[in-house]
């Protein structure tokens, strides 16, 4: 088998975690832009993941995102997700500061 079928035979064993906030809305540390069809809730950006595991083959979890993606029932999000043929991967951390409710000084 020459190089390129060999590489290419080895893309079909690639897996990629998508995370969570790359359904959502972007933008920049000045705005975010919002757009129509955004998912509102972790169901609908699974469910975004999993339409893109579908059409690729190579997306099979995505990574979720605290608190963005916090659930009361985690068992039950993972039978979801499980339900639209992909998995729940690694959970991160958001370590982006929340809006100050108080004051400037």
Known sequence: MNDVATALGR???????VPSWAYGNSGTRFKVFGTPGTPRT?????????????LTGLA???ALHI?????????????????????????NSN???????????
């Open 42 to 54: 972790v169901q609908e950006k699974v469910a975004d993941a999993a339409k893109v595991h579908e």
């Open 67 to 91: 608190p963005w993606d916090k659930v009361d029932d985690y068992a039950a999000l993972k039978e979801y997700a499980a339900g639209l043929g992909v998995g729940l991967g690694t959970i």
């Open 60 to 62: 099979p979890t995505v």
């Open 95 to 105: 370590t982006f500061q929340d809006d100050s409710t108080s004051s400037a000084r």
């Open 11 to 17: 893309l079909g064993e690639l897996a990629i975690e």
